[in-house]
C-alpha cells in the first residue's frame, strides 16, 4: 500500500503554525500509554505509507513514516534480511514512524544496536512549515549535524517525520533458545563471563528462575556455542522473543506500575520492591513496583543510569527520568530550533517541552 | 591583512596572552611565533593560519576558565587534539585561540564488568585498544591515523575506520560525553547505561566538528577481540564486475570485517611501493577480510570465495597466515605515500556513494580524468562505498592547481548525484564547506544554524567552518600535497 499524502501533512503543519493550535502527532497510537500526556490537534500518519525505496545490496530501506513496522518486516524478510534493533510494536498497526519517535528496541539491542544506530537519514518537516532531508541512504556520511538520529526518541516533538532511511542487515542463518535455570546472580554471572569473548548470543532474558539465551548466526557457531552453554532447547525459541518484546511474558501481565531501569549491564540487583525481570544482557531491568518514583529513579541513578515509568503510571509522575538543570536548558533551546511555535506534540516527553 | 590589521591583532595577542597567564601555568600559553607554527594548520597543509595564542590547559576547570574568558571577550575557539584532521577542522582562526586538549591523554577508569573505559579526549585512538587489549578487548573504530589520532577528535568527527561496515562509527561505540558549553558549564551528556533519557544530544554532538562544545571526556565501549580474521584477495579484469562482486557478498547475507578495493592505478603505485604480490594488470583488486571464531570464519571465508568465483573474478587467494593477511593489507594502507612517490601533488576526496554506483563512478572517473588531462587513483572502503579518489597533479605547472579543483568539484557533484555524501568520514570543516550548498539547501542550512545558535549563539566554537553560512556559498577548499610533504607522513592513510 502505497500512498504518499506528504503535501496534505506540510499543509496540517502549517495551518498549526499559523492558528497556533498544538498538533498531536500519531501513528496507530500502539504507544499511547508511553511517555508524557497527548495534547493537541490529532494528526494521523497512517495512510502515508510505502517503501520509497529498498535495496538488498545497499542493505538500506526507505519507508514512509506511516508505514506499517510488520510490512517492513514482512518485505525483510523476503530477502532474508531484517530490522536488527528488533522493535516492539505493543499492537498491530504500529507505524515506524512511531518507532523511531518512542526509539524503542527490543532485545537483540545489546548485541546488534539500537534503532538510532541504524538510522541513516530522514524527511522531516520541521516547525517552520520546511519540507528538510537529513542524513541520507549510506552509513558513512559526515556532512552537517546529526539531525536525523536527533529525531530519534524525541517523542515528535522537534518535527513530523515523513520518511526515513534506516540500515537493515542480513538475518542470522540459524537461531536457537536455549533455557537455564539460575538465579538473578547465577543469571548475572553467566552473561559477565559470555561478554568476555565474542559469542553468538542475541537475547537474554532473566525471569522466575529461568535465563533465556537466544543464540544466532552460523551453524556452527550456534551449535559450538550451544555445546558449551548446555540448558534445554526451547522448541518455538520465535515465538518467546516476540513474546517477551511485546511485553505479552506472563511477567508483564497486571496492571501495576512498570518501571523500566536503564543500567549498566554488570549492575548488582537494584533494591527493589516488586518483580523484576532483567533483558539485554543485564542492561535493561522491567520491575513492577509501587515503590515511590524518588527512591526507583535514584536507584537507577545511583548505578549509573535511568528510570523510565513505561506504563500504568498514571498522571502525577512524568513518565521520563528528571533531567540536569543545564541539560533541561539545552532541551529547551534545541526544540525551539527545530519547532519555535510549539506546534508538535507539546508535553508529549517532558512537561514544558 | 593591512598594517593597522597587524597592529591591533599584535595588541589584542598581547592582551590575551597576559589575561590568560593569569589563569594557567607559564608553559601552558604559548604567543611568540615559533611556538605557535606547529598550530597553523591540521593534516590540510595547504591552509595556514596562526592563531592568536595557544592554550594548552591542564585540568577541566582550566578549560572552563578559558572558554569562560574566551566568552566574555568574544574570542574564537578552536579545540584540537592532535591536528591530523584532513579537512581543515582545527585550522585556527587569527583572531582566536586553539584550545589544545594534548595534555587530556590519561585513560581514567577501565570497567571490565560493563566492558567501558573513561578516556580523555587527547588519548591517542590506539592507545585505548592498547591500554586494554591483556583484557582481551579493543575500541572497534580505526580510522587510519590512529596512531595519532585522538579520541576527541575522533568524537568530533565521528570517524569510522577499516572496520565500519561490520562496527560502526564513532557514535555507535561510545556512550557518554562530558562536555564544556561555550558559556564555560560543564554538561554530562548520555550515561553508563546504554541509553540516556531526553533527546539524543550523543548523536547531535558526534561529528559537530568543535561547533557545539568542548569534549573533556568520553566513556567508549569496548569489544571483545575477534579470535581470528582471515583475508580473501582477489584480482578482476573489470571494474564494474569487481563492484558486482561486491554488491554479491552483501546480498549472499555476508557482513565482513573489511572490504576493500583498489583500481589499476592505485594497484600499480602500491604494489611498486610494498611488494605485497597485487596483480598489477588487473582492472581492480578487493581485499576481503572475515573474522570472529575459527568456526565462523572458515565458514564465512568459504562463502565470500563461492561468491567471488561466481563473480567472474581472474583469480582470488586466501592469505596463508597472519603474517600474509596485514601483507596483502600493506599495499592498501601504504596507498597516500605510495602516491606520493609518482607525483608532487595529489589532491585526496572523501565522497560517500551507494555501493550499487561504484561501477558507473569510476567509469565516469576515468572520463573525467582523461578529459582534464589529470591522473586518478581510486581506492576506496568499497563495503560502505566511502572512496577516495587521489588526483594527481603538480602545483608548480601553471593552472594544473585550478584544473584539479574543478575536477575534484565535477567528482563531488557527481557523489551528491548518485545518492551519497561529499563527506564520508575526513568531515567538512573548511575544506568542502561550500559543497555543503550543494548537498544541503537553503531552508536545510538554516535548520543547522538554528541548532548551532541553541548551543553557541555568539558563533564562537570553530566559526567558519562546517556549515557555511548563506552568504559564504561560493568558495572553495582544496586539498593538495606538495612533492610528498605530507604532514605526519608516517601515518598509515586510507
Partial sequence: MSVDRSRELIDAVTASIESGKPLSIRGGNTKAFFGGPQTGEPLTMSGHSGMVSYEPTELVITARSGTLVTEIESTLKEQHQMLAFEPPCFGERATVGGTIGCGLSGPRRPYAGSVRDFVLGTRVVNGRGEDLRFGGQVMKNVAGYDVSRLMVGSMGTLGLLLEVSLKVLPAPRTECTLILEADRDGALEFQQRWSQRPSPISGTCHSGGLLHVRLSGSETGVASAKSKIGGDTLDDGDAFWTRLREHDHEFFKGTGRLWRLSIPQASPEPDLDGDSLMEWNGALRWVISDSPADRIRTAAAEAGGHATLFRNGGAETEAFHPLSGSLLKLHKKVKRAFDPKGVFNPGRMYRGL | ?494
Fill in chain 2, 1 to 494: 591583512m593591512s598594517v593597522a590589521e597587524k597592529i591591533s591583532i599584535r595588541e589584542l595577542r598581547n592582551r590575551v596572552e597576559g589575561d590568560l597567564r593569569q589563569k594557567l601555568a607559564r608553559e601552558s600559553v604559548l604567543a611568540d611565533e615559533e611556538s605557535l607554527r606547529p598550530y597553523e594548520c591540521d593534516g590540510l597543509s595547504a591552509y595556514r593560519r596562526l592563531p592568536l595564542v595557544v592554550t594548552l590547559p591542564d585540568t577541566v576547570e582550566q578549560v572552563r576558565d578559558v572558554v569562560r574568558y574566551c566568552h566574555g571577550n568574544g574570542i574564537p575557539i578552536v579545540a584540537r587534539g592532535a591536528g591530523t584532521g584532513l579537512s581543515g577542522g582545527a585550522l585556527p582562526i587569527e583572531e582566536g585561540v586553539i584550545l589544545s586538549l594534548a595534555k587530556f591523554n590519561k585513560i581514567l577508569d577501565v570497567d571490565t564488568g560493563n566492558r567501558t573505559a573513561l578516556v580523555q579526549p587527547g588519548v591517542r585512538n590506539l592507545a585505548i585498544s592498547e591500554a586494554v587489549s591483556h583484557l582481551g578487548l579493543y575500541y572497534a573504530p580505526d580510522p587510519s591515523s590512529q596512531i595519532a589520532c585522538t579520541i576527541g577528535g575522533n568524537v568530533a568527527e565521528n570517524a569510522g575506520g577499516l572496520h565500519c561496515l561490520k562496527y560502526g562509527l564513532t557514535v555507535h561505540n561510545i556512550l557518554k560525553l562530558k562536555i564544556v558549553t561555550v558559556d564555560g558549564e560543564l554538561v554530562t551528556i548520555g550515561l553508563d547505561s546504554l541509553d540516556s533519557p531526553g533527546y539524543d544530544f550523543l548523536a547531535l554532538m558526534t561529528g559537530s566538528e568543535g561547533l557545539l562544545g568542548i569534549i573533556v571526556e568520553v566513556t567508549v565501549r569496548l569489544l571483545p577481540k575477534p579470535e581470528c580474521a582471515k583475508v580473501i584477495m582477489a584480482s578482476f579484469d573489470d571494474v564494474e564486475k569487481a563492484g558486482n562482486a561486491v554488491s554479491d557478498i552483501i546480498a549472499a547475507g555476508i557482513l565482513p570485517g573489511g572490504l576493500e578495493m583498489m583500481d589499476n592505478p592505485a594497484i600499480r603505485a602500491t604494489e611498486d611501493f610494498v611488494h605485497a604480490g597485487y596483480d598489477i594488470d588487473a582492472a581492480a583488486i578487493l581485499l576481503c577480510e572475515v573474522d570472529g571464531t575459527p568456526e565462523e570464519v572458515d565458514d564465512e571465508i568459504e562463502r565470500v570465495r563461492r561468491v567471488l568465483e561466481a563473480s567472474g573474478c581472474i583469480q582470488m587467494q586466501v592469505a596463508a597466515d597472519d603474517e600474509q593477511r596485514q601483507l596483502f593489507w600493506s599495499g592498501r594502507k601504504a596507498a597516500f605515500p605510495a602516491v606520493g612517490r609518482i607525483s608532487p601533488d595529489y589532491y585526496c576526496i572523501d565522497g560517500t556513494i551507494p555501493r550499487k554506483a561504484l561501477g558507473d563512478v569510476l567509469n565516469r572517473i576515468e572520463d573525467l580524468s582523461s578529459e582534464y588531462g589529470l591522473r586518478v587513483v581510486n581506492v576506496f572502503h568499497a563495503g560502505d562505498g566511502n572512496l577516495h579518489p587521489l588526483i594527481l597533479y603538480d602545483g608548480n605547472i601553471e593552472g594544473e592547481l585550478e584544473r584539479t579543483e574543478q575536477l575534484a568539484g565535477k567528482i563531488l557533484e557527481m557523489c551528491i548525484e548518485v545518492g551519497g555524501t561529499i563527506t564520508g568520514e575526513h568531515g567538512v570543516g573548511m575544506e568542502k564547506i561550500d559543497h555543503m550548498c550543494v548537498q544541503f539547501n537553503a531552508a536545510e542550512l538554516t535548520q543547522f544554524h538554528a541548532v548551532k545558535e541553541a548551543f553557541d549563539p555568539g558563533r564562537l566554537l570553530n566559526p567558519d567552518k562546517a556549515v557555511p553560512t548563506l552568504h559564504r556559498c561560493a568558495e572553495f577548499g582544496a586539498m593538495h600535497v606538495h612533492k610528498g610533504q605530507l604532514k605526519f607522513p608516517e601515518i598509515e592513510r586510507f
